[in-house]
């Protein structure tokens, strides 16, 4: 196995912020929410912030989300019949007031239809750090990156369980704010167990990267999310807390879920 | 036997899944491993003159290929043209799906893989492929709209009778697009041991190629029999396009022929015609889109072009000029149904109907009279009698 890669410092304000999080021990917590679910979700971010949420994903819900399970695919179609659409949920981030960064999760159709130039527009004026496009592999990645990183935007890119070392590397490198390791082979979704893989793709990637390494994907628990934590710098929590806002616990009951992972990251 | 031509190249040249500014992989990473797995296993296939043969033999001996170019007498009187059919309705299944689920279940066994999963819209490829999965001793799962399974019930229980799961897929608009969707969440969770056999020429790399070099045997049949009987290159070259796999197969014998290349869309449903550029289902291609670039549902009397997109060849095709897409209304497709039975004794599948459809209408005008016309029949029409027969009241 190689060395681990020292990554050029960037100027992107996600990774500056995240970076230093780690730097002083604490474990990063990053959980998901679905723009525009309900008329509450102004207020469920603002109730995670205040949790010890670290930095927040906002889904920006998309007619055909393939890596999302049917919480996820739920809670977007939820936000489409409410009439939400991509300009509507970056122009009510703007109202948003909190000192937690802001990152964009949907599939990238959204962005080459409306065009980097616009899309970037939105994203700035909702205040967004970071994009995660699921179905925007390395390959494909290299131009909404580079523009991304013109405008202080950090994109994500994803590594897999089924990613080989090489790979995972030349991943690690190009993406910015953190690496996100994929969890387990499937879609978003809650899980009884933790997958073994999890831990491993943590390892692996903490092993050939000082970037921030956090796993998402069938993490739905606080024990889960030590235990992962335990190998990563940090978690992602999607589903287990879509589940809760899909089922009327509001504002209130992020507010408890994202404590209790808060607390139990914060053990360690 | 038919040999198919070895070239490895599409017509953009050397091929990297690039069709003009078309294709690509849009996938999320845990399948990269997977498809990238496939591309080097079909490549490697398609050079191995073993995996040609049985692919080949199975094709000829079990599919009844090659299928006959049928001349319709009465039509052509009628209509003051030549028309030709290229009878993939007389292959086992009833369309030209069989063509590439045979190559795609081939090379499951060659990877090592003991199950495969399909999407289905009519359910022509959930049925051929639940029958190379019988054939070819694979487990087989098949995702289907709710809309659809109720639409084509007869086709579930084929698929069911052949030995496979049907799962009906209750999200989105319940159609074609959204049994995608489904089959391609399930893949990122069972691709070690699952093989996801796509219906048509689209998906990411290496689909759109792959599927059209299994389909392309229809035109490299299809050019030495219309040769053979009128002596040279039809002036038309016609067929159906929803996503597009076999008016692919067809045009790539002709693309460089003096034939026109026409391909009809439902008008419901004309990605080419009304899309616009974007990147979903793992390709960058058009698609019918709404103002923010989410995917729109297509309408079409043919559950097996009701498809929102299409195959990134066929954007290309477009995009150079070297195809033309045109489209037909439900109205124009049922009426050509009927012809096509009353005047040739051949119920059609309702998707090629849809090209014989555009021929009636632009017979002598956007195809003079004289014309010599060759029309991919890409399946038969048993799945849709009831259908049509409750359209036309037959059964009130």
Known sequence: MGEILIENETSCSLEVRLRSQRAKGRKILVPYVTGGYDDSWLETIQAIAEAGADAIEIGIPFSDPIMDGPIIQAASQQALDRGVTPASIFAQLEKLDIDVPLIAMTYCNLVFHSGFERFGGWLSMGGVTGTIFPDLPLEESHKWSDYAESIGIANILLVAPTSSISRSQEIASASRGFVYGVGLMGVTGIRASLAESASKVASSLKAITDRVVLVGIGISTPQQAKEVAQVSDGVIVGSALVKRLLDGEGPNGAYAFISSLRSGLDDL | ?396
């Open chain 2, 1 to 396: 036997m038919t040999n198919l031509s070895q070239d490895p190249k599409a017509i953009s040249g050397d091929f990297d899944g690039r069709f003009g500014d078309f294709g690509g992989r849009y996938i999320p990473e845990s399948l990269n491993h997977a498809v990238v797995e496939l591309e080097r296993t079909f490549n490697e296939a398609w050079a191995d003159p073993e995996f040609m043969a049985t692919y080949l033999s199975i094709l000829n001996s079990y599919g009844g290929r090659p299928s006959p170019v049928t001349k319709c007498n009465n039509l052509s009187r009628s209509l003051g043209i030549e028309l030709y059919l290229k009878r993939e309705d007389l292959n086992h299944t009833g369309s030209h799906k069989i063509n590439n689920v045979i190559g795609q279940a081939l090379l499951t066994k060659r990877m090592g893989k003991t199950r495969i999963i399909a999407e289905t819209g009519a359910g022509q490829h959930g049925v051929a492929t639940a029958t190379a999965a019988a054939l070819l001793g694979l487990k087989c799962t098949v995702y289907m709209g709710e809309l659809d399974t109720e639409r084509q019930a007869l086709n579930v229980f084929r698929m069911k009778l052949l030995g496979s799961e049907v799962v009906a897929v209750t999200s989105g608009s319940r159609t074609l697009k959204d049994a995608i969707n489904e089959a391609m969440r399930e893949w990122v969770a069972c691709v070690e041991d699952t093989h996801y056999c796509i219906g048509s020429v689209m998906g990411p790399h290496p689909y759109p190629y792959m599927v059209r070099q299994f389909q392309k045997i229809i035109g490299e049949e299809a050019r030495p029999q219309i040769n053979a009987l009128i002596g040279n290159d039809p002036d038309f070259v016609i067929a159906c396009v929803g996503g597009g796999s076999n008016a692919a197969g067809t045009f790539h014998a002709f693309v460089e022929s003096r034939s026109a290349l026409i391909g009809v869309e439902p008008a419901g449903g004309a990605a080419v015609g009304r899309g616009v550029p974007g990147v979903i289902h793992g390709m960058r291609s058009q698609f019918l889109q709404d103002e923010f670039g989410q995917l729109q549902e297509a309408h079409s009397v043919s559950a097996g072009l009701d498809y929102p997109g299409v195959g990134p060849e066929h954007s290309y095709l477009s995009a150079i000029g070297r195809a033309q897409y045109e489209s037909v209304n439900d109205e124009e497709v049922l009426s050509a149904f009927q012809l096509l039975a009353r005047s040739e004794g051949i119920i059609p599948a309702l998707e090629p109907a849809h090209g014989l459809a555009y021929i009636v209408r632009e017979a002598g005008k956007a195809i003079p009279f004289g014309s010599s016309v060759l029309l991919t029949m890409s399946g038969r029409g048993d799945k849709d009698a009831e259908t049509v027969a409750h359209m036309l009241g037959y059964f009130q």
